[in-house]
T-cell receptor, first 110, second 116 residues
Framework: QKEVEQNSGPLSVPEGAIASLNCTYS??????FFWYRQYSGKSPELIMS????GDKEDGRFTAQLNKASQYVSLLIRDSQPSDSATYLC??????????FGSGTKLNVKP | GAVVSQHPSWVICKSGTSVKIECRSL??????MFWYRQFPKQSLMLMAT?????????EQGVEKDKFLINHASLTLSTLTVTSAHPEDSSFYIC????????????FGPGTRLLVL
């Protein structure tokens, strides 16, 4: 059974701080990694994708992947109250199999 | 980015009726679509994976005769909840993609089903 683990939170950070969200996965055969944001009552929206070890930056978001440690993280710089949502980590294996973590709820306090 | 639509966004029906939900990829061809269900304050639960022109693959515990999935074209997949009951009330979300490139999934906006 492939597993994707996330701390359910809530993670509370003050406005303007860096929010750090973490995800671990169980299978070394994982190919691609994704972070989705889900606002309450809405469907998930893609934030970042990462495939290679290292960092990938997109605006205020940075995804970090460490395949040796089976660890992927998402950093949100200058956090805003509008970033308050649940963040889902997803891992893709072969043959279109995806596994989602249960999500980390982020609260950014004004 | 890729756009996925769902219709209807909201449906209320009486117990025992069937409800059809459409999922369309608007600007790309999706050989694979996924159907998820999400109950309040719970995580996404994958129900089935549908491939264009073939039978859907259902996850363990999902009744294939109750949740009929058809993927007749590269841009359209449908989920029919047959003989719906109140316990089927949920948020149903489709996604498309997952095959080209590194396999990003793009989600539709979801359909909220309430069975009375």
């Amino acid at each position: 059974q492939k597993e994707v683990e996330q701390n359910s939170g809530p993670l509370s950070v003050p406005e303007g701080a860096i929010a750090s969200l973490n995800c671990t996965y169980s299978d070394r055969g994982s190919q691609s990694f994704f972070w989705y944001r889900q606002y309450s009552g809405k469907s998930p929206e893609l934030i970042m994708s990462i495939y290679s070890n290292g960092d990938k930056e997109d605006g205020r978001f940075t995804a970090q992947l460490n395949k040796a440690s089976q660890y992927v993280s998402l950093l949100i710089r200058d956090s805003q109250p509008s970033d308050s949502a649940t963040y889902l980590c997803a891992v893709k294996y072969n043959f279109n199999k995806f596994y989602f973590g249960s999500g980390t709820k982020l609260n950014v306090k004004p | 980015g890729a756009v996925v639509s769902q219709h209807p966004s909201w449906v209320i029906c009486k117990s025992g009726t069937s409800v059809k939900i459409e999922c369309r990829s608007l600007d790309f061809q999706a050989t694979t679509m996924f159907w998820y269900r999400q109950f309040p304050k719970q995580s996404l639960m994958l129900m089935a994976t549908s491939n264009e022109g073939s039978k859907a693959t259902y996850e363990q515990g999902v009744e294939k005769d109750k949740f009929l999935i058809n993927h007749a074209s590269l841009t359209l997949s449908t989920l029919t909840v047959t003989s719906a009951h109140p316990e089927d009330s949920s948020f149903y979300i489709c996604s498309a993609g997952g095959t080209s490139g590194f396999g990003t999934q793009y989600f539709g906006p979801g359909t909220r089903l309430l069975v009375l």
